[in-house]
């Protein structure tokens, strides 16, 4: 029987990426996928003849540029481009756009508060400078503390110089920032109630947290860290679909010499003396390796694919507490037309960036508070956006296909388990609130897909439907992901690895957590490193 050098569990574009790696390389990999296509969450399906939905993930910032260069994606088929403008919904039908002409942009938000549009300025210079620290990080291997060996000791030191740069003052700030909520931070700057609400929604997206909780600060600036060619905090969407984006990977990694095998879910990792051999197929197949590398999140693969008697006991409980809470559900609807929405001009520019109907700090606080007893909302905060508006290849000629994301969807009801009809329920209401915008707008449905946590937990695989395989609380994060002593990709058992978005850097469609898995592999290998370290953009 064949005997492969290293098999990755799950063709997530984490997964996919890290095999890329190791196939280049050298190592003979194969990577297995309990589906019949590949991509994971950041996957593109024609669920509606002629409709191509990304269906989970829909749009891209935090890709590594590094990396993105390095596997020469481009060339195999990958198109990023920026999304241009987004406008803001507020309760009472007021809105607030974003243009991508900076002028435009401060004339707009001077119609609001003349306050505001100085002040913003300000607060993205302070994001921009809390962003450029985290993102040096990105491709590195986080230290572990509690080590004396030298290269982390050396890493340890690097932090903190690049901390001190910051100054004193912004360093006081910077720590006092980690442990914010999004909407105290907010206050710092703004005054209108819709400008402070545009700018808390990223603070919320995929976390389960709310915009008065501690610690949202940070998923804000998780948001906002990517680029797109080099514009940093730019968000981008892929030529068709975020599916485009797994693969190229995939073509990479096959160029490589690396196998793809869909079809393939894994039933159990299989352990012999406190090292990982093999994996255990669905179907009972047997397939043997030097190395397994798990892409799953860390509480499935602790608590499902592995033994409990082949897990330390300790890990084992830590896996079990891991916080891994889903929040978010994904309505993509399938449209004959545009939808038109009151209170903007027709500007294309609007079409081809975002919507969010975001009411105000109040009500996505409150969309929170349902979360929390058990339901949905029924004024959720929403993000949508409509690639097909620039984007021929997802939907046919004229058609359009929007995507949008909601805010707060439990993983549990309080009145019982998800069936068909609240699922229904809940897309409804999402339609309810996206027609209160856009007359009209239930006319134009051709097709809906609803997707709740149950859904996207069942067919993905992210434990709860939580789309960052673990929460990004201040706890979860740089050496302490998955788990204080293993954030360095190497788990307990011998020859076994993680690589998907439970490690550091977390969630986004960064392909990071993927790359520094393989670094890490690849020296223990005594092979030469390969993987990109830093973005030039950040030297």
């Keep these: 029987m064949k005997r492969y050098d290293a098999i990755v569990i799950g063709a997530g574009h984490n997964g996919l990426t890290n095999a890329a790696y190791l196939a280049r390389a050298g190592l003979d990999v194969l990577v297995v996928e309990k589906n019949d296509y590949i ?57 607030l756009i974003d243009y991508p002409d900076e002028e435009a942009s401060y004339l707009e938000l001077k119609r609001h508060s003349p306050h505001d549009a100085d002040a913003m300025s300000r607060f993205q210079a302070d994001l921009g400078r809390y962003a450029q620290l985290i993102r040096k990080t990105l491709l590195r291997t986080p230290p572990d503390p509690a080590s004396f060996k030298p290269r982390d000791i050396g890493e340890l030191l690097w932090l903190a110089r690049e901390f001190w740069k ?19 931070f907010l206050e710092d700057y703004f005054e209108n109630d819709l400008v402070k609400a545009a700018m808390a929604s990223p603070g919320i997206i995929g976390t389960a947290l709310g915009v008065e909780s501690p610690g949202s600060a940070y998923i804000l600036l998780h948001h906002v860290m990517g680029d797109v060619d080099g514009n940093v905090g730019a968000w981008g969407l892929a030529r068709g679909g975020m599916g485009a984006i797994s693969h190229a990977i995939a073509s990479a990694l096959r160029e490589a010499g690396g196998e793809i095998r869909t079809g393939a879910g894994v039933e159990r990792i299989l ?48 896996a079990r507490n891991f916080k891994i809470r889903g929040s978010s559900g994904k309505v993509n609807i399938a449209l004959s037309g545009l939808p038109r929405f009151t209170g903007l001009p027709d500007n294309p520019y609007i079409n081809r960036g975002g919507q969010g109907f975001v009411g105000s700090l109040e009500t996505m606080e409150r969309a929170y508070d349902a979360w929390k007893r058990g339901t949905w909302s029924e004024d ?70 609803v997707r709740t946590p149950h859904e996207i937990e069942n067919e993905i695989g992210l434990t709860q439907g939580n789309i960052f395989q673990g929460e990004l609380t201040i706890d979860q994060l740089l050496f302490n992901r998955p788990f204080p002593g293993y954030g360095q990709y190497r788990m307990p058992l011998k020859n076994f690895w993680m690589c998907g978005s439970s490690t550091h850097p977390g969630g986004g469609v960064s392909s990071a957590c993927g790359a520094n898995a393989a670094r890490e592999i690849l020296r223990d290998l005594k092979k030469p490193n390969i993987v990109p370290e830093d973005d030039c953009y950040d030297e």
């Design 271 to 318: 352990v012999k003396d406190g090292a990982t051999i093999g994996v255990v197929l669905e179907n009972g197949d047997e397939l043997y390796a030097d190395i397994v590398v798990s892409n799953l999140d860390a509480k499935r693969t602790f608590t499902r694919l592995l033994a409990p008697e082949d897990v330390p006991p300790r890990i084992l409980e830590r």
């Design 39 to 95: 991509g994971g969450a950041a996957v593109t399906r024609e669920l509606h003849e002629g409709w191509h939905y990304s269906s989970c993930s829909y749009v891209c910032s935090m890709m590594r540029q590094a990396i993105h260069r390095d596997l020469d994606l481009s060339r195999h088929g990958l198109l990023l481009v920026p999304y241009l403008g987004t406008v803001a919904f507020g309760d009472n039908g007021e809105t």
């Design 380 to 449: 959720p905060f929403i993000e949508s956006v409509i690639p097909s508006a620039w984007d021929p290849t997802v939907a046919p000629a004229g058609k359009h296909w929007m995507s949008n994301f909601i805010q707060y969807c439990p993983p549990e009801l309080a009145d019982g388990p998800w069936t068909p009809e609240k699922r229904d329920a809940f897309g409804q209401t999402v339609v309810n609130k996206i027609e209160r915008y856009a007359p009209g707008f239930k006319d134009l449905i051709v097709h809906m897909e």
């Design 166 to 184: 910051l100054g004193e003052k912004e360093l006081y700030e910077y720590i006092r920032f980690f442990t914010m909520s999004a909407a105290d």
